[in-house]
Structure formats: C-alpha cells, structure tokens
C-alpha cells in the first residue's frame, strides 16, 4: 500500500467517524466539551460497526476481564449461558488465548451473567479510552460497574480486537 492511499484510508477512516459522531443520538455531549477534529483520532474504529458487532466488543471485553472468575466455575449451566451469550467459537479461543494478568479481578455473581459482561465489558472499554473522547464513548457503551486501571484496561482491550478479528478470519 503505497503513503498515498494509507493517507486516503485514514482521511476516509476520520470522516466516517466524524459521520458517526454527528448522527448518533447517544455522541451528543452533555460535558461542555466540542469534539474537535483532532480527536477523532482517539475515537476506536470499531464503534463504527453495526450494533450487533459493537455488542460483541463489549460482552468480549467484559468476558476476557472476568475470565479468572469463569475459569473457577463448576456450574455447567452458567458456562454455558456466557458461551451462548458470546458464541462458542469465540469463547473457546478467548479460553485458549487469554494470558492477560488480570490483578483487579471482581467476582460476578451468577445471578446475572449478561448484566455483569456488560457492565465489566464497557468499563474495560471506558478505562482504555482516551480522556479527551471519554464522554462521547461512555455515552455509546452501557453503563459500566468501576473504573480500571488504564493499562490493563488498554491491554484488555487490543486483546478483544484481535480475539475478535482473529474470529472473523478464522469463520
């Protein structure tokens, strides 16, 4: 790919969040802060993707913070539940390929696993954000349970893009 068109593709890449950003009803800041063009290379490409993707982002974020917690199930059925909530084929590879050392570990309880992924999900999502678009993001993802510490946040976070791609390639 030549300078030219990696130029292109990321002009094209600014406009298209810049595009997002102004019809999502959820990107309106309540903060007093006007978005600018030079944040909009902080906003992840990802919240471009459909719903059902961007979904995906968080219930995979959520699940890979939460896997020391999975790990030590023994109820089948609730196994079960996130691999369902997730798909199989994605939860597998996270089991395969997660190695992330994960010292804010937080116990979920099991009442409400969808709740909880999502939760532990967009808090992964809002801690790797960048201060200055946090707002417009927060406002895209549901509410999250707890602040991360940014770093693991941000490892949480290219891990699940990659888990995610890598899933796509792979079907």
Known sequence: MSRLETIRDYRRTIY???EFMIRNKHAVSE???ALV???LEHIPTWLLWDEGERYKVIMT???IFLLPSIRIWIDAKKIQEVRSLIGDELFDLILKTTKIDNYQIKYITLNNIQDSLSAAGSAVIISSSSMRV???ISR???KPKGK???ELAKEIMKHTIFIINQN???S
Do not use: H, K, M, Y
């Open 168 to 170: 796509r390639f792979e």
């Open 134 to 136: 946090r707002p417009w």
């Open 37 to 39: 063009w030079s944040d």
């Open 31 to 33: 903060f007093g802060n």
């Open 16 to 18: 298209s969040i810049a």
């Open 140 to 142: 895209a993802v549901p």
């Open 61 to 63: 974020a959520g699940t």
């Open 148 to 150: 991360l510490d940014s």
